[in-house]
Structures are given as C-alpha cells and as structure tokens.
C-alpha cells in the first residue's frame, strides 16, 4: 500500500526548480518546498528586489523569507529513496515553446500526448486516461496535439463550428447558419471532410496510378538507354573490326598494285635498255662505216677506190632501225585512272550511305517535334496549335517584355535548340516566308541585317514566295531552282556541316544545299511575309 502511495505522489517530493528528488529541503511561508541550493539561488537574484516571490506559485514576500530544513520531509525523501523512487520526469516531458502543452496541468506543464476536437483541450498522457476510461469521452474525436484548436471555434458566436457552408466555402457554426448564412448550401464539416476525403482518396489514387505509369516508362527509357547503348557500343566494335579489315584489305591491294607496277617497270626498263644498248652497237658500227667511207672519198688511187667501194657502200643502210619500238611515254597512267575511280566510287558510296538520306522516309528517321518559343516572337505574330503555327496579325499581340524577343522582324525561332542529325517540315500559306536556321546569338533588336534571317553570318534562310526561291546567308542570295511546293523540308547534320532544304510533294526535291562548319547549337526559324500569311512547323509523328 505505502508502494502505491509512492508511485502516485512522485511529483511531490521533486524540485520544481531542478526536477530533481529534493535535497536538503526547506519549505517557505506559501508551504512550497525546494531543495535548499535552489531557493537560496532564486532568492539571490531577487535581492535586489524589494519583494520575494515563490518560483512556482508567485506569492510575494517581505522581507527575505527565512530558510529552515523541513526535517520531516527531508527524513521521507531519504525512506523513498531506499525504496526505489525515480527523479521527476525529465526536461523532455515538459512543453518548450514550440510544444502542444497539456491544458489540465498546473505549474510547469508536460507535453500533450493527444488534442480532443469535442472538448477543444490537449492533454498529456496521464489526463488523457478519463478520454480512455470514461464511455462518453471514448466518443470525443482525439488527435495528434495541435496548437490550432482555436481555428474551431466561432469568432463571432464562441461556437464549436461543426457546419461547411459550401455557397462560401468555409466552416460555421449553428447560430452562423441561422443569420448570415441563411439559405445557403451547407452541410456537416464532418460529412464534408468525408466528400472531399474521397475526393483526395480519387486523386491520389490517380497519381499513384499516373507515378506507376511513369515509373513504368522511365523504366523502359532506362532499357532503350542500355539497349542504344549496348547496340551503339557493338555497332563501333563491329565497324572498326570491319574497318580494319577495309585498311588492310586496301594495305594488301596497295601492295599488290605497288609489286605489279614494279614488276612492269622492270619488263619496259630492260627492253628498253636492251633497245638503247642495240642502238648504241649501231651506232658504233656507222661511225665506223662512215669513217671509212670518207677515207674512200679521199683515195686518189682510181683502182683502189673501185675495189673498196662495192665492199664499203651496202653498209650505208641501218641493220636494227626498223626493230625499235619507241612507245608513248603515258606507261602507268591507267594504272593511276584504275586507283583514282576505286576512290571515287568509295567516296560516292560512303556520302550516300551516310551523309543524305534519299527517300521521305529515311528522312523521316531524323524527324524531331519541334515548337515555337513565344518569347522570342515578334509581337505582330500570333503562335497558335500549340505553338507550332505562326501568323502575321494587323493587330499587335500582348506578349510579355523579353530579351529574347524581336522587336523589329515578324520573326520566330524554336524553342528546342537543334544538334546532330535533325529533319522537320515547314508548311506556309499566303505571300511567302523565310523558312531558316539561326544561333542562339542573332540580334533581337530592330530590323537591321544583323537580325533578318539571311543577311548575317549567324543564320541561313531559304525564300520562298509564289514566284520561286532563292536561298540567302551573309546577305549573299543565291537562286534556287525546283518545284514550287507549299511543304518545305530541312535536314540537318550537324557534325558534318550539312543543311538542306526539299520541296516536299510525292517526292523529296532538293531544291539547295549547304556544306559549312557550325559554330554552335541551331535554332528553327519562320519569318512569314504579308498579314494573314502562316508558317506551319509539322507533327511528323
């Protein structure tokens, strides 16, 4: 029995100054007691004061209250001791000043452990017990200890509000409905709540549903990434095996053409050699023969000038001249013609595997979903159809100010910058438009060259209107000669500095081609001509 009497009055043998069991205690006239260290403390820094006062209670006294040791109280706190009785509840248990406290507590206050939304009260575990225990609070609404019970209450009336008005969309109380929101449409807060819970029930269901979605194709993005991979990573092992193979094929037939033309070489050099050493004995010979013939011419001797003569004259005439073959000196020029059309055929067959496509549909591989960027717009132009149509407009549009705006050109540019390879098709109507490809750095402001598609080195532009085209850069204008079409085609090839431009009907025809170096990432660009006329940028998907 004395056990129990201890578990339930621990609080009462615990300092409210230190929290602690109570030692050496004395008990001032209010009949609060402390530990003697703790008020001595408190009571020094009221010295200065002319009046005293209780830490817990705040009764004042005059003058300084003596301390004496509560003797009786000292002797209990030790027997208790023995007994097994622990320190008052540490610091953590009580409300700090962002904390819910209990309202049932006295004195320094512990932590609520739950808020009730019938009593409008927050309690701590151990004046929660009757919510528990009694069968009328069992039905009270108990939640997590929140600062904010007050919002319930009515300002006007000091009423529970337990009704929503849906016609004004708040919470009320009873006198509430019965003025001010008289005839309105209203009904329980808590039916309410269940309404919009399942509301909220319905949209979370619908986002989950909408993250496993996603997650789901974030998970087959994530494969095609390893598969691109995989396949970019055998294709590049694949293709220097066969390269490699090419070099050496091309190395062995170098060699191969090298020994034949050295091997020739030897064959006409010998002949040749062969030829010159012939003629060279011949020669010998009709130096010799000429020698005597003129020593012949100089015998004044008549008989020994006829005796010699008929042995001497035959030799006159050459014995090897008509053997020699004297040939054209182009001896290994087919040989070089043979080389130079195996390069040429190679380079035909490698610009048209990989430069151009050649049909629509090879083209359309590259296709990429392009849209306008209303920031850079022109305010004469009115981007509609997702932003993927422009129209010159006679009245100016309220876009906001931009720094990337043009404010001189009824001109456009994409949002998506362009890299690598890239095709998209413009479809205009009206006067004409400059279909074009532009950096990022053009000029925005005013309508010199520096910002008109065409007239600068930082874009390039194909002209179209119903009399033909003609493609510009650098303010250059070069004709373009094709079939009118009113669907244009570009494809672009970054890395190889290719750009060109199709008209586009049941065939693809070039009408003007661009071989350069790009600097930097591209941006789509329209510029249509008169009001009303619209450029068009194609879903191709």
Known sequence: MAQKGVQLDQETFSCSICLDLLKDPVTIPCGHSYCMNCIKAHLDKEDGKKLHSCPLCRKTFTPRPVLLKNTMLAALVEQLKKTGLQAAPAD??????????????????????????????????????????????KKHKLVEPSNKLQENICSRHNEVMKIFCRTDQQCICYLCLMNEHKGHDTVSAAAERTERQNELEGSRLNIQQRIQDREKYLKLLHQEVEALNLSANKTVEDSEKIFTELIRLMVNRSSDVKQQVRSRQRTEVSRVQELQEKLEQEITELKRNEAELKLLSHTEDLKQFLLHYPSLSPRAESTHSSGIDIRPLRHFEDVTAAVSE???????????????????????????ELSLDPDTATTWLLLSDEDRKATLMREEQSYASHSDRFSGCDQVLSRESLMGRCYWEVKWRGEGVDVAVAYKNISRKGNGDECVFGYNNKSW??????????????????PVSGPQSSRLGVYLDHRAGILSFYSVSDTMTLLHRVQTTFTQPLYAGLHPFSYGDTAELCNLK
């Open 342 to 368: 195996v390069r040429d055929k190679l380079q035909d067959v490698l610009r048209e595997k990989w430069t151009n496509p050649k049909t629509r549909a090879g083209f359309l591989k590259y296709s990429c």
């Open 461 to 478: 532009a194909l002209r179209c209107n119903k009399n033909g085209c003609n493609f510009r850069y650098n303010n250059v204008q070069t």
């Open 92 to 137: 953590h248990c009580y409300a700090g000043a962002e904390d819910v406290a209990c309202d049932v507590c006295t004195g320094r206050r512990l932590k609520a452990f739950k808020s009730c939304l019938v009593c409008l009260a927050s309690y701590c575990e151990k004046h929660l017990q009757p919510h528990y225990d009694s069968a009328p609070l």
